[in-house]
């Protein structure tokens, strides 16, 4: 646990002092910005043609345009976005070192393969994790100082509208199940780069699975029903779970479970390729 530990911190080290590991986060802070001020200037109009059907029926008064309602947009407009983001990243941790030579002197010191791919796997959902939580902090602390706070207005299949005291326990909810989705794009193309030299295949790779994931899951046949709940991402916009109400608890945490089964599995083909892996030759 100590080596591992010291090989953590390491890659942190190593990470952060790579420019790339910052354009997702620079990324993040201006696409939050622009969407903020989007609906600074024109978020009555959006929020008018969101609701255009329902005015003969609904009074819409109070500050229904809120710091509350903007994150939510981020929330649905971003987490479309951040996955190719992360592999960005995630992709190029092991291997950007094999192309580049640097991996052979790491496995020449005492540290286990199996310790060392940890460490570097560890660092792979830290970074996703710090990812999704400056998107959080910085959608949350701007949308309630450029729009204050008030209900949420949630348009589904049904309507929902809460209350200003029960919105923002959902908002922290849904980023937390965020990072459980964002970590599962990180661990596979973590997975992709154990098996290639070139930092590019992976985030090719992972960007490929998932779109082509989401295109066969939203086409309306049945034998691509019956495969959609074997795709991974079925489960990651799970968190719209929270904004329905009463909430279903049990697939919340089901698709949590089934998250956290795909971050284990990408994982432990990773370090078991790793560990066989020719690296030295």
């Known amino acids: 646990m100590k080596n591992i ?14 420019g790339r590991s910052y354009i997702a986060f620079g990324a993040i802070a201006f696409l939050v910005f622009v969407i903020q001020v989007a609906l600074l200037v024109d978020g009555k109009n959006f929020f008018e043609f969101q609701t ?12 229904l345009l809120n710091g509350y309602l903007t994150v939510y947009v981020i929330l649905t407009a971003l987490l479309i976005h951040i996955p190719f983001l992360i592999a960005l ?14 991996l052979r002197f790491i496995l020449t010191r005492t540290a286990s393969r199996l310790e060392i791919i940890t460490a570097k796997f560890i660092t792979c959902i830290l970074y996703s994790t710090l990812l999704v939580i400056a998107m959080a902090l910085l959608s949350l602390i701007s949308g309630i100082l450029l729009f204050g706070k008030g209900d949420l207005f949630v348009v589904r299949d049904t309507i929902y509208i809460f209350s200003e005291n029960d919105v923002l326990w959902r908002l922290i909810a849904s980023f937390g199940f965020s990072i459980l989705g964002m970590s599962t794009v990180a661990s596979l ?3 992709f780069s154990s098996f290639t030299d070139n930092s590019v295949t992976p985030i090719i790779l992972t960007m490929v699975i998932i779109i082509a994931f989401m295109i066969l899951s939203s086409i309306d046949l049945s034998i691509f029903k019956l495969m959609k709940p074997f795709f991974f991402t079925t489960y990651m916009n799970n968190w719209r779970l929270l904004f329905e109400e009463p909430f279903n608890l049990y697939k919340l945490i089901n698709s949590s479970f089934i998250l956290v089964f795909h971050i284990a599995l990408f994982f432990g083909i990773s370090a078991y390729n790793f560990t066989k892996k020719d690296i030295l030759s």
């Open 52 to 63: 255009q059907n329902l005015r003969d029926t609904f009074l819409f008064e109070g500050n």
């Open 5 to 18: 530990y010291i090989l953590t911190k390491l890659e942190i080290f190593k990470l952060f002092a790579k």
């Open 189 to 191: 193309a973590f997975l």
């Open 89 to 102: 990243v995630s992709g190029d941790l092991i291997a950007g070192e094999t192309s580049a030579g640097t």
